[in-house]
RNA sequence: GCCCGGGUGGCGGAACGGGUAGACGCAAGGGACUUAAAAUCCCUUGGGGUGCAAACCCCGUGUGGGUUCGAAUCCCACCCCGGGCACCA
């Protein structure tokens, strides 16, 4: 990179920024008036886990994106609310914090300040009086307060759940920490499941209306799908299965045109009718199964293409359909949690069934024939899961096709047994119970007398304890139950010595709520206040990055649904609007400290200042999709922006009208920078401004009429260059309490256009014309074209086709 | 395996519901200014060919087919890259 030497009166933006940066904060530029807004605006932006490392570009260039946005409706008259904080919980913190031998609550704090100045250099439209942290206890209080709403509304249970547990560490690992099977740490020793009691936020109950909102929503298609995926809803029957024992199976079925084929039923090792129907010369090999299964870690438990095992219980249940008695089977191909942890098998249509028929020699009945034939006319081979067939083997059902049979058989078993249609979901209850010290503690007392006391809400916040044993140990709990101070309370109800609940809150909860208390940050009584809250919410615009798409946004919007269901906020979706942003790679690969190829803010911020650094990651590609950082590309940016600079101290005093065809260039610009600014297409927005500054320049130079719209439209993407300008222009006011320029369709249209002419549609000549040129017109100019005539004569013209104001295309033959 | 994106010059990327492929920028080459360089300004720049020239022709949007007067855009098959899900009955 050349240094850039700075010429008197050139644009210098390490001057510039320092200076409004300065002037933004002494006249309170970026705060928002919360009590009387005129049209509110609430643009968020997903807040950031202040690292240690610092500001990533990733970071900024997500939020530049937004704060784009956001300066964007300001100027277009909204009264725009950009809050921003930190989400500071979580074991990111704390694995950190253990790394480096520093207790968490004085890394995050110094993270924060180093995040905040970083920030605040970006020159983002911050309203910092509202700034807020996930470890604050004026924060995680209200985190605590509304777990203990979900507990009084039966949301939050606690129930027994496997997880994945080392035995050399002693402690639970989270799937990621698994690889292979093995210990993250222990390379060879094998991670099991183990159960523990947990508390969960019972997200399923909401998993249909979760559903069905999605598509009311004005989101990314991206992420609504992958939305949609992780909720899973699969349609189906509940089907009963009597056994000997009185009691039947129930299985969870999609295709009940298949019953007549299912010549099995396996439940899961966990299923708790395994016991009752084991027969006492199985009991051994089931119980050694059972075992073997709960000796394995729930990420490999759960890969599907392991060779399928499983043990012949002794028993027999009664296919309702056939009446016929089918064995049952142990296999852990079924999993407790899905459906009803017990399935029919119908090897002939499903290939998993299919497998475990072959492998344990089980009978096959084919029900479902396939209209597709094979190459020959001769039949598909099986398994075949086609809906697309006829029933046979299937009783008084042969012949119906498979779709209809659905409805049918799920009907006709339900008459004489047990059947019932149901909608089955993919989404798990969410766990947020987490054996760790950094996060806010579950509000629970458990006393032997009364119970599980939830604490009450009047001695909230449970602090979280200060202390520097907070290494997570061998017995699997929480650190915090070692602090016996803390440990042991008074029942709330009772009085007599209690124990606290030791585990702390998952981050997602943290984060699944923060937007809400935004414009309440002033209320220490309350978690945010009825009345910003009508005035505020629900966001307006909510951008950030899709790695959140399934989790965090999910999690919030149960969350909004489940206060809105108990009358604690009027609306039940907390997003109206919510748009993924990309990634950046560098050079055409991802970024990452090993390659050594991480772009640093800072760097650039100094060399080039700020508004650069800002428009050029805009520059990069659309914002939706991401881009491709270069070094090199940098300076295009600047030289454009060194080009406006002189542009406006060139500007000539008095005024002049702009001449016509400044003038449409100026609308036609409008046009397309509100267009793309509003589909966030940032790229191409910057470049219509430099096709708008290419125009001035090679007009001879800018008037300030000229220049006045485009330091507007340019004002978003690099505020305090646009901000100087301005002044300099010898306005008074903010740049960003001017209004965004008026679009007028009748003067950006251009009166002559080049009209292509094409022969067999091959361009072979443009000719002028004027923008209403009819057909027989065109066609007569078209005809006299040298070129077109060298290709057209002596043939016959077939057809002609004639688009208005664009082509003609001449058909010979 | 399944579900989404995406493959366009030397590079990042443009191209409204099929209608001038390569906007804008980077890099490169040439020129002006300068003692020189930087900066700045002007010109050229997808590949190939014909022509002294003005011009003109052919090829070209991952690959192979198709639909159409006309395809980067629509359809079918396939290859590659990125992301998500993954024994979910």
Same mark, same amino acid.
């Given at each position: 990179m050349n240094e850039l030497v700075q010429a008197p009166g050139a644009y210098d933006p390490k001057a510039v920024e320092a200076k409004w940066r300065e002037r933004w904060e002494e006249s309170r530029t970026n705060a928002?008036?919360?009590?009387?807004?005129?049209?509110?605006?609430?643009?968020?932006?997903m807040f950031p886990y202040p690292s240690a490392?610092?500001? #990533?570009?990733g970071n900024v260039f997500a939020f530049v994106g937004v704060d784009i946005h956001g300066r964007t409706r300001r100027l277009q008259g909204f009264d725009v609310f950009e809050p921003l904080g930190f989400d500071a919980f979580g074991i990111h913190s704390e694995n950190y914090a253990l790394k480096v031998n520093t207790h968490p609550g004085q890394l995050i704090p110094q993270n924060i300040r180093r995040f905040r100045e970083q920030l605040k250099r970006v020159g983002l439209m911050i309203d910092w009086d509202h700034e807020l942290s996930t470890t604050d206890p004026a924060y995680y209080k209200w985190t605590q307060w509304i777990f203990l709403q979900l507990f009084k509304a039966g949301l939050a249970v606690k129930k027994s759940a496997p997880v994945n547990w080392c035995p050399e560490c002693k402690t639970v690992l989270a799937n990621e920490q698994v690889i292979d099977g093995f210990c993250e740490r222990h390379p060879d020793v094998k991670v099991h499941q183990r159960f523990l009691e947990q508390w969960f936020f019972a997200i399923t109950k909401y998993a249909a209306r979760l559903l069905e909102n999605l598509e009311t929503l004005d989101w990314s298609d991206s992420t609504r799908l992958m939305q949609t995926n992780w909720i899973g809803a699969s349609k189906g029957a &509940?089907?009963?299965?009597?056994?000997?024992?009185? &009691?039947? =199976?129930?299985?969870?079925?999609?295709r009940p045109d298949t019953v007549f084929g299912a010549t099995w039923v396996v439940l899961a090792p966990e299923h708790p009718m395994v016991e009752s129907l084991t027969a006492a010369e199985q009991r051994a090999d089931v119980e050694a199964y059972r075992r073997q299964t709960a000796e394995m870690d729930i990420v490999s438990r759960k890969v599907g293409d392991k060779e399928k095992t499983g043990v012949f219980t002794g028993s027999y249940a009664r296919n309702p359909a056939t009446g016929e008695d089918i064995p049952i089977w142990v296999a852990d191909y079924v999993l407790m949690e899905y459906g009803t942890g017990a399935i029919m098998a119908v090897p002939a249509h499903d290939e998993r069934d299919f497998e475990f028929a072959t492998k344990f020699d089980l009978p096959i009945v084919k029900v479902v024939e396939p209209n597709e034939r094979g190459p020959d006319g001769e039949p598909l081979a099986l398994p075949n899961t086609t809906w697309e067939g006829t029933l046979v083997n299937s009783g008084q059902f042969d012949g119906m096709s498979a779709g209809e049979a659905v409805t049918a058989i799920t009907e006709w078993l339900e008459s004489i047994g047990g059947g019932a249609a149901r909608t089955q979901y993919r989404l798990h209850d969410w766990c947020i119970s987490r054996q760790r010290y950094w996060g806010p503690p579950i509000p629970i007392i458990y006393c032997d007398k009364c119970g599980t006391v939830p604490v009450p809400e009047e001695d909230l916040p449970v602090v979280l304890p200060e202390t520097d044993d907070f290494r997570p140990d061998e017995s699997g709990v929480s650190p915090l139950a070692r602090l016996d101070s803390w440990y042991h309370v008074p029942c709330p109800k009772c009085g007599?010595? !209690?124990?606290?609940?030791?585990?702390?809150s998952d981050t997602f909860l943290d984060s699944s709520w923060y937007f809400l208390r935004y414009p309440s940050t002033d209320y220490s009584d309350r978690a945010f206040d009825p009345e910003l809250t009508k005035k505020w919410l629900p966001v307006s615009q909510y951008i950030g990055g899709n790695e959140h798409a399934v989790l965090h946004l999910m999690y919030s919007r149960f969350i909004t649904m489940a206060l809105h269901d108990l009358e604690l906020l009027p609306f039940e979706e907390p997003y109206r609007s919510f748009k993924a942003h990309g990634t950046i790679v560098r050079d055409g690969a991802k970024m990452s400290k090993s390659r050594g190829n991480v772009v640093i803010p800072d760097e650039y911020i100094d060399r080039w200042g700020a508004d650069t650094f800002r428009m050029y990651l805009m520059f990069l590609g659309p914002y939706q999709e991401g881009g491709d950082f270069r070094d090199e590309g940098i300076a295009g940016i600047r030289r454009f922006l060194d080009k406006v600079w002189t542009a406006v101290s060139a500007a000539p005093a008095n005024a002049a009208p702009l001449a016509p065809t400044v003038q449409r260039k100026l609308h036609q610009t409008v046009g397309k920078v509100t267009d793309d600014t509003e589909g966030l297409r940032y790229n191409t927005a910057i470049s219509a401004l430099m096709e708008y500054l290419n125009t001035l320049r090679s007009e001879g130079g800018a008037s300030a009429e000229a220049l006045n719209p485009l330091l507007i439209m340019?004002?978003?993407?690099?505020? #305090?260059?646009?901000?100087?300008?301005?002044?300099?222009?010898? #306005?008074?006011?903010? =740049?960003?309490? !001017?209004?965004?320029?008026?679009?007028?369709?009748?003067?950006?249209?251009? &009166?002559? =256009?080049?009209?292509?002419?094409?022969?067999?549609?091959?361009?072979?000549?443009?000719?002028? !014309?004027?923008?209403?040129?009819?057909?027989?017109? !065109?066609?007569?100019?078209?005809?006299?074209?040298?070129?077109?005539?060298?290709?057209?004569d002596g043939k016959e013209i077939r057809k002609v086709i004639f688009v208005p104001g664009r082509l003609i295309n001449i058909v010979v033959g």
């Amino acid at each position: 990179m050349n240094e850039l030497v700075q010429a008197p009166g050139a644009y210098d933006p390490k001057a510039v920024e320092a200076k409004w940066r300065e002037r933004w904060e002494e006249s309170r530029t970026n705060a928002t008036d919360l009590d009387h807004p005129g049209k509110p605006y609430f643009n968020l932006m997903m807040f950031p886990y202040p690292s240690a490392e610092g500001l #990533h570009v990733g970071n900024v260039f997500a939020f530049v994106g937004v704060d784009i946005h956001g300066r964007t409706r300001r100027l277009q008259g909204f009264d725009v609310f950009e809050p921003l904080g930190f989400d500071a919980f979580g074991i990111h913190s704390e694995n950190y914090a253990l790394k480096v031998n520093t207790h968490p609550g004085q890394l995050i704090p110094q993270n924060i300040r180093r995040f905040r100045e970083q920030l605040k250099r970006v020159g983002l439209m911050i309203d910092w009086d509202h700034e807020l942290s996930t470890t604050d206890p004026a924060y995680y209080k209200w985190t605590q307060w509304i777990f203990l709403q979900l507990f009084k509304a039966g949301l939050a249970v606690k129930k027994s759940a496997p997880v994945n547990w080392c035995p050399e560490c002693k402690t639970v690992l989270a799937n990621e920490q698994v690889i292979d099977g093995f210990c993250e740490r222990h390379p060879d020793v094998k991670v099991h499941q183990r159960f523990l009691e947990q508390w969960f936020f019972a997200i399923t109950k909401y998993a249909a209306r979760l559903l069905e909102n999605l598509e009311t929503l004005d989101w990314s298609d991206s992420t609504r799908l992958m939305q949609t995926n992780w909720i899973g809803a699969s349609k189906g029957a &509940d089907l009963e299965f009597p056994t000997p024992t009185g &009691d039947p =199976i129930r299985v969870f079925t999609t295709r009940p045109d298949t019953v007549f084929g299912a010549t099995w039923v396996v439940l899961a090792p966990e299923h708790p009718m395994v016991e009752s129907l084991t027969a006492a010369e199985q009991r051994a090999d089931v119980e050694a199964y059972r075992r073997q299964t709960a000796e394995m870690d729930i990420v490999s438990r759960k890969v599907g293409d392991k060779e399928k095992t499983g043990v012949f219980t002794g028993s027999y249940a009664r296919n309702p359909a056939t009446g016929e008695d089918i064995p049952i089977w142990v296999a852990d191909y079924v999993l407790m949690e899905y459906g009803t942890g017990a399935i029919m098998a119908v090897p002939a249509h499903d290939e998993r069934d299919f497998e475990f028929a072959t492998k344990f020699d089980l009978p096959i009945v084919k029900v479902v024939e396939p209209n597709e034939r094979g190459p020959d006319g001769e039949p598909l081979a099986l398994p075949n899961t086609t809906w697309e067939g006829t029933l046979v083997n299937s009783g008084q059902f042969d012949g119906m096709s498979a779709g209809e049979a659905v409805t049918a058989i799920t009907e006709w078993l339900e008459s004489i047994g047990g059947g019932a249609a149901r909608t089955q979901y993919r989404l798990h209850d969410w766990c947020i119970s987490r054996q760790r010290y950094w996060g806010p503690p579950i509000p629970i007392i458990y006393c032997d007398k009364c119970g599980t006391v939830p604490v009450p809400e009047e001695d909230l916040p449970v602090v979280l304890p200060e202390t520097d044993d907070f290494r997570p140990d061998e017995s699997g709990v929480s650190p915090l139950a070692r602090l016996d101070s803390w440990y042991h309370v008074p029942c709330p109800k009772c009085g007599t010595t !209690a124990r606290r609940e030791t585990d702390v809150s998952d981050t997602f909860l943290d984060s699944s709520w923060y937007f809400l208390r935004y414009p309440s940050t002033d209320y220490s009584d309350r978690a945010f206040d009825p009345e910003l809250t009508k005035k505020w919410l629900p966001v307006s615009q909510y951008i950030g990055g899709n790695e959140h798409a399934v989790l965090h946004l999910m999690y919030s919007r149960f969350i909004t649904m489940a206060l809105h269901d108990l009358e604690l906020l009027p609306f039940e979706e907390p997003y109206r609007s919510f748009k993924a942003h990309g990634t950046i790679v560098r050079d055409g690969a991802k970024m990452s400290k090993s390659r050594g190829n991480v772009v640093i803010p800072d760097e650039y911020i100094d060399r080039w200042g700020a508004d650069t650094f800002r428009m050029y990651l805009m520059f990069l590609g659309p914002y939706q999709e991401g881009g491709d950082f270069r070094d090199e590309g940098i300076a295009g940016i600047r030289r454009f922006l060194d080009k406006v600079w002189t542009a406006v101290s060139a500007a000539p005093a008095n005024a002049a009208p702009l001449a016509p065809t400044v003038q449409r260039k100026l609308h036609q610009t409008v046009g397309k920078v509100t267009d793309d600014t509003e589909g966030l297409r940032y790229n191409t927005a910057i470049s219509a401004l430099m096709e708008y500054l290419n125009t001035l320049r090679s007009e001879g130079g800018a008037s300030a009429e000229a220049l006045n719209p485009l330091l507007i439209m340019l004002a978003p993407f690099a505020p #305090h260059m646009a901000e100087e300008c301005w002044e300099r222009l010898g #306005h008074g006011e903010s =740049i960003f309490d !001017a209004t965004w320029p008026a679009y007028d369709e009748a003067l950006a249209r251009e &009166d002559e =256009i080049e009209l292509v002419v094409q022969v067999n549609g091959r361009v072979r000549g443009r000719v002028t !014309a004027t923008r209403d040129i009819t057909e027989d017109d !065109a066609r007569a100019l078209a005809l006299g074209d040298e070129t077109v005539k060298k290709h057209v004569d002596g043939k016959e013209i077939r057809k002609v086709i004639f688009v208005p104001g664009r082509l003609i295309n001449i058909v010979v033959g």
